[in-house]
């Protein structure tokens, strides 16, 4: 089932039309409010699920872990790093579960264009670009590699 | 400009009266607009199911007291526009808030208490500017870089659709308010000040008139909802999961 806004809760920021790689989710043009446009065309990624900061798209969750005819509502807690679930079975049974979902601060990340460009002798490095700084870790040195004489 | 009443001016050609009957009319027009959105809408409806389903799935019921806090709380969170999160969109809706709400009352006291006075206290009249100003300011910013539909939908900054009807009645509205001031004061030609007047009242008109159309009913709605979300998270019916216990940012 595809996103569905509760116009109640949404404040109209446009977060999910920003994230949704589908372009589906819009904006209303007569309440300026998101939407989305082509629901068949949703394959329910939850991505605007998850970065809605008024917890306003509902979404039916998958259904290998919800079956028809229930209703999934999501609360997100970036500030603590988690996103909860809330399931609500037809037969009236709730469940809720919270998912970690990062370690660092919500926008702590740099993208890679706020790196410094690496230069030309970088390519005969084994480390991919930004590597080991962007991960945080200290890369261990390594033995000198000893050839037989 | 900043002692001048712009009101006083008019009752060359119109009697005080016909201005206090044109703002009483124009307040009826409000509460007639937003009556028609409530029956469209079926707002009614909708908040009076929500109550009931919320009353019915409650897990403890509130008293007085305690809804009476919630009530106060959604004041407080409304004054300081706390249902945006993002600080641009916050500032701009609180300068058109609060300026709207100095220029509506400094209008009101212009024109009932000082209806053909040339001269008024300054304090009235700058306030009358400044609640103008606010509103131009922050109709602006808002209508040309924080418009959704123009920062992420990718829209025309001069993209006109129903949803601004709003927000341009209300811009027009006030800077043709300035202007026809500025007219007045500092030009002194009676056909811009004739010009800009007409203007005025036609912008002034349909922010009031276009309210079943327009969006002018969400400062009524908005604080409705927010207090009824108030009161399922407080009574337990909210369908949001309940907030974590743990945080698990570790690392900064």
């Known amino acids: 089932m595809p996103t569905y806004t509760d116009m109640t809760r949404c404040d109209g920021c446009g977060e999910c039309v920003d994230i949704c790689p589908s372009d589906i989710m819009h904006i209303d043009p007569i309440y300026r409010r998101s939407y989305n446009i082509e629901p068949n065309m949703c394959w329910e990624c939850y991505s605007c699920v998850k970065a809605c900061p008024q917890n306003a798209i509902d979404v039916r969750g998958y259904a290998d872990f919800a079956p028809l005819g229930h209703k999934v509502r999501v609360l997100r807690e970036p500030e603590k790093g988690v996103i909860s679930w809330k399931i609500r079975y037809r037969d009236g049974r709730l469940k809720e579960f919270a998912f970690p979902i990062r370690t660092t601060p919500w926008g702590s990340i740099k993208p890679p264009q706020d790196y410094e460009k690496p230069d030309m002798s970088a390519i005969g490095s084994q480390m ?5 700084e962007a991960l945080h870790v200290e890369f ?5 590699y000893k050839t037989r004489a | 400009m900043f002692t001048n009443n712009p009101f006083a001016a008019v009752t060359d050609f119109f009697s005080p009266l016909a201005m206090q009957i044109y703002i009483v009319l124009m307040v009826l027009a409000v509460v007639i607009g937003t009556l028609l959105d409530v029956y469209h809408k079926g707002s009614a409806k909708f908040f009076a199911q929500r109550k009931a389903k919320s009353r019915a799935a409650a897990e403890r019921p509130l008293s007085g007291g305690e809804t009476f806090s919630l009530a106060l709380e959604t004041v407080a969170e409304a004054g300081v526009s706390g249902e945006f999160c993002k600080w641009p969109r916050r500032l701009s809706h609180l300068l058109m808030m609060y300026g709207f709400f100095i220029y509506i009352t400094t209008t009101v006291v212009l024109v009932f208490c000082y209806p053909s006075a040339a001269s008024v206290p300054a304090i009235l009249s700058g306030l009358w500017t400044l609640g103008a100003s606010m509103i131009l300011a922050g109709g602006l910013w808002f209508f040309f870089l924080l418009r959704v ?3 992420f939908d990718g829209d025309s900054p001069f993209h006109l659709g129903r949803a601004d009807l709003f927000v341009v009645s209300l811009i027009a509205s ?3 308010a300035l202007l026809w001031n500025y007219a007045q ?3 002194a030609n009676p056909a811009a000040t004739w010009i800009t007047f007409g203007l005025y009242i036609f912008f002034t008109t349909l922010l009031f008139v276009g309210v079943p159309w327009s969006k002018f009913a969400h400062m009524f709605f908005k604080p409705a909802v927010a207090f009824q979300r108030r009161v399922e998270e407080a009574n337990g019916s909210s369908d949001l999961p309940s907030p ?3 945080n698990y940012i570790v690392r900064s």
């Open chain 1, 128 to 132: 991919l670009a930004h590597e080991p």
């Open chain 1, 140 to 144: 261990p040195v390594l033995p000198a």
């Open chain 2, 149 to 151: 539909n123009v920062a």
């Open chain 2, 174 to 176: 006030v800077a043709f």
């Open chain 2, 185 to 187: 004061t500092a030009y």
């Open chain 2, 244 to 246: 974590s216990a743990e």
